[in-house]
């Protein structure tokens, strides 16, 4: 919608609401006492029209504008740079299609294609290797996580059996002691000279073993501790190994859920693409006819050297039904292909078409590239210059939600519209896909159900009250048919004494 038609709507909607003000005024005295009397919200709410989003399918067409020949003619490019090896057809001759034209020399393309296969090969082999490596890795790391944590486990185990052992021992020793100790000091003063060389002799003898338990417990404990964290490192790190392993596993094999391309596959089926675009330019070495017809121009012959840009025959039909030829720009260009169906308009009638030809580069002066389509009926003319119409198909969306294209506001970029919610305009802002002259795709925003606010109004906005009269009464009243009217139910709207609806 432009600018200067939504603003002149506008204007015609604020000098209509200010007329019916007007006249309202007027006519309060002579109103009759039954008049309704509307509730306070709804004389507040702004009254608006709603519609939904419909379901189904669109096409955004393209308009090219063409010219008839007098008789189909098609130029004949080779699909690769390269040499002439030989020619078949001289200007003058008759062609069926499908005759092979001419063929371009294959030493450089064969060695190609050779090349080609053998990086496939090697891509094969490498991804195999790669496959390989990761799986071994993933496995080693996983044999020293286990090993390293029975390790651990075998350590925890023989710390308690050890160190109950040592500590019962140095417990012996420390009774052993305290036994020569009391010993020593209940006898030692009435004791001979030989027995106090006896008792010292126990209670240092006692004194040694406790120290040795004694030690030999707290060096356990020390020694323990020690290798209990080397053992903890060790299993934190083999627990990373092993989660790198995998992690890099899943990246070459690309995860085992198949959805995922891991790199193994991406690199074969990269190197397979380059071997069959090497084959199949081998295959384009030999150019044949498209049409079958009367080689009309020859601009190359034997051990010439040839371009993707210039044609090396033209080849004009001999039943002089007319062709279309027309110029697109970059963006209809990689649209359409050759096999593409266009629909063709001449005189007022509609003829359906198949390109036939098209430049591989533009125009240097036009910037164009040049096409031509081939009616699968022959126009109602041969005369050559004719003006016709293109029509082409550049976009299409299948069962997707679709509204008019005039209820969409602009914020900046953001394409939105207001949606009714519960007697409150909500802005729902939208993603869009293809749209046409009046119709637009919303790809995501909205749904089936939403109720799109249609009236304009210059207080909507969003969270302002609205009040659709037909929606909130078919909310209220039960659902029953109206008695002696047999009529379609009439659209959901409500009239807006300051506003009009959208698209008028």
């Known amino acids: 919608m432009n600018q200067s038609h939504r603003f002149q709507r506008k204007t015609l909607a604020i000098l209509l609401a200010g007329l ?32 939904t989003a419909s379901r189904g399918d669109l096409s955004r067409g393209t308009e090219f504008v063409g010219r008839l020949e007098a008789a189909e003619s098609v130029k004949v490019f080779p699909k690769n740079q390269g040499q002439i090896v030989h020619t078949y057809f001289s200007a003058g001759d008759v062609v069926q299609a499908g005759d092979l034209l001419f063929e371009l020399d294959t030493e450089d393309l064969e060695t190609n294609l050779e090349l080609a296969y053998l990086q496939y090969q090697t891509a094969v082999i490498g991804a195999e290797t790669s496959l390989m490596n990761a799986e071994r890795t993933k496995e080693n790391s996983a044999r020293q996580y286990v090993t390293v944590k029975d ?44 027995e106090k060389k006896t008792l010292e002799a126990a209670l240092k003898k006692a004194k040694t073993e406790y120290e040795a338990a004694a030690t030999a417990f707290t060096t356990f404990v020390n020694t323990y501790e020690k290798t209990e964290d080397t053992y903890k490192t060790n299993k934190k790190n083999a627990k990373t190994d092993l989660e790198y392993a995998e992690r890099a596993y899943d990246l070459v094999s690309g995860g085992g859920d198949g959805e995922t391309l891991g790199s193994a596959e991406s690199a074969i089926r990269q190197a397979q693409l380059s071997y069959e675009r090497a084959q199949k330019a081998l295959e384009d070495a030999k150019v044949y006819a498209p049409i079958s017809g009367v080689i009309t121009t020859k601009n190359a012959d034997d051990s010439d050297m040839v371009a993707m840009t210039n044609p090396v025959y033209v080849i004009s039909s001999q039943d002089k039904a007319p062709v279309v030829s027309f110029n697109l720009s970059e963006d209809g260009a990689n649209a359409l292909s050759v096999g593409d169906g266009v629909t063709v308009v001449y005189n007022g009638k509609e003829y359906q078409a198949t390109i036939i030809e098209m430049a591989a580069e533009a125009d240097a002066a036009t910037g164009l590239y040049a096409a031509k389509a081939q009616p699968v009926v022959p126009l109602e003319s041969v005369r050559s210059g004719a003006v016709v119409k293109v029509k082409a198909s550049t976009a299409n ?44 795709v919303i790809e995501s925003g909205l749904t089936d159900e939403d109720q799109i606010i249609t009236t304009w109004h210059p207080d909507l906005k969003d969270g302002a009250a609205v009040y659709a009269p037909s ?15 047999s009529s379609e139910e009439q659209p959901q709207e409500s009239s807006s004494s300051a506003g009009d609806e959208k698209g008028e």
């Open 397 to 440: 969306a299948q069962d997707e939600l679709i509204i008019p294209l005039d209820l969409i506001e602009y914020d900046e970029n953001q394409p939105y519209v207001y949606v009714y919610r519960d007697g409150v305009a909500v802005r729902v802002d939208l993603v869009t896909g293809v749209s046409t002259a009046d119709s637009i």
């Open 151 to 194: 390790n651990w486990e075998d350590l925890e185990e023989d710390y308690d059996d050890q160190r109950s052992a040592l500590r019962d021992a140095r417990d012996l020793a420390k009774n052993g002691l305290d036994k020569a100790q009391k010993e020593y000091d209940e006898k030692y003063e009435g004791a001979s000279a030989e």
């Open 471 to 485: 929606l909130e009464a078919s909310a209220s009243q039960p659902e029953e048919a109206p008695s002696g009217d």
């Open 20 to 51: 019916l003000v007007f006249v309202a005024g007027c006519g309060n005295e002579a109103a009759p006492a039954s008049a309704p009397v509307e509730s306070e919200a709804e004389t507040s709410a702004i009254r608006v029209l709603t519609t």
